[in-house]
């Protein structure tokens, strides 16, 4: 009997399933359900069945994984392999990601007793360090990149890492525009064989890796810029597929054995040698020549993706031609072989029904025009895509620009004072120093709004009904920076000061 492959995760959708099956061939007439007993003696009864955990995949990654798009991808990367004469060249074929480490690491399994539940000491709440990773179909792998959170960078962060490894800082730790153009400028051309031939950089489609000017830059080195489809990475990206993830599970290894040997912790001055020694295994020539061969790169081969990792994607598809041979009237004699083609039947007509189910939705959408639409699965260095980058950006930055200046229109000019006042209240005129030790300096546009001659004529609507200022004498003799709140007055339809004029403290829509 062929085994149905039926997503199930847990026992009780089995029985359910058991239960509607049996109901169907007619053997199961009770109002009550089949029982985990039953469970257990048809798990006994197909040894080669096992309940695992699935790994989570996003909505995104499910739908974007369908044949039609692996296969378009394949087309465009064989004509440009052709095109630049890279089909024995796999030393000019390179892969580039990102790869997010943190201080407080992940322990690894431990062999410990039945009764035993050991606690692992980790470094607790830490910031993130980046590795920019990058291997050719050679299994060449380049020396690692870091990007360090914080504002200067310091050449101690690199004591004891790699030969040739280098690095930056970033606010945040993760990489950007200006990391990743300073990574390819002075790393990435560092290393890359320079015999006046066209090197293909693969890389995926985030916003910090394409942009007009560094297509321009990439031109004019001869370096190829291929975007993988959007949301298909661990499928195509050769990193992620067979590096990274060693990559992640060594590093906690050398991070736990580093806490358990030695009375230091985890931190920015020993992540780069912990994650150097991570990364030279990780990246090894034969993981990074796996890799790309497992993606169908090289050697090119666009049926190298197991179709079972692309199965998810079919429940999104518009196609709903769906086998179902239809009802098969049989009794209680049926063999074993008709039994299993109703079983198939009977699967066959549920995922019809969770196809038609999923695919509903996707009628109803309307197309969105992102910059990914133009790049996924692209070579953006050629010139029909770099000139229709080049468009998508003016048109989104004058789009933005109406919209600004819109907004902006719209609001009347009470709305733009109050806005104004909330903003920047009224300090006190004098020079005297504030609590913070600063001297406050006059800004000739606050103004006394209370004066006997105003610097801006104030309506007697767009004053407090209560208190009939446009600034609350609290704040205007204060010498601190303080927020005024506004609220319209249901009595009179005027507005007023919140918390000062009123014991309303906060309006909610």
Known sequence: MPIFSTCVSRWQEVVDIGTRFAENLGKWKHTDPLTLRWFSGFVSR????????????????????????????????????????????????????????????????????????????????????????CGSAAGFALPPYFVFQGARMRQDL??????????????????????????????FLRYIPREDRYVLLLLDGHST???????????????????????????????????????????????????????????RYNIGILASKAYTKALSPENLQNAFRKTGIYPFDSSAIDGTILEPSRVFSNDLDVKNSGDNACGP???????????????????ATLISTKSAKQFKKTERKCLSKLTSGRCITEDEVQQAIQNYKKDTSSKNTKNAANKKQDKGPILKEKE????????????????SGAAVAHKPWLGDWN????????????????????????VRQSSVLQF??????????????????????????
Request: proline share 6%.
């Open 158 to 187: 690199l004591n004891g890492t790699s030969p040739g490894s280098n690095g930056c800082v970033s606010e945040t730790g993760w990489s950007n525009s200006s990391v990743f153009r300073q990574y390819l400028e002075e790393h």
């Open 333 to 351: 004699a049926e063999d074993k072989n008709t039994v299993v083609h109703r079983m198939a039947d009977f699967l066959a007509e549920k995922e």
């Open 209 to 267: 890796h394409i942009s007009v000017g560094l297509i321009e830059w990439a031109k004019a080195h001869k370096i190829i810029l291929f975007i993988l489809p959007a949301h298909t990475s661990h499928i195509l990206q050769p990193l992620d597929v067979g590096c990274f993830g060693p990559l992640q599970k060594i590093y906690n290894f050398e991070c736990h054995k580093e806490m358990r040997l030695t009375a230091s912790t985890i931190s």
């Open 420 to 435: 104004e006042a909330t903003r920047v209240s009224t300090v006190n005129d004098s020079q005297t120093a504030g609590p």
């Open 46 to 133: 197909w040894p080669e069945l096992r309940v695992l955990k699935p790994r989570s995949l996003e909505h995104l990654r499910a739908k974007a994984a369908s044949p039609e798009n692996i296969q378009r991808y394949f087309t465009e990367l064989d004509g440009i392999i052709k095109k630049y004469d890279l089909t024995d060249k796999p030393h000019l074929i390179f892969n580039v990601d990102e790869k997010g480490i943190s201080q407080c690491h992940s322990p690894p399994h431990v062999v410990a007793g039945r009764e035993v539940h050991p606690p692992a000491v980790t470094s607790g709440k830490s910031s993130t360090t980046t590795i920019i990773g």
């Open 451 to 474: 004066s006997e001659e105003p610097d801006i004529e104030i309506r007697e609507e767009e004053k407090c009904c209560v208190c009939k200022n446009f600034t609350p004498d609290a």
């Open 484 to 509: 005024v709140k506004w609220g319209k007055c249901n009595a009179c339809g005027h507005w007023v000061h919140l918390r000062y004029c009123s014991k309303t403290i906060a309006v909610r829509r």
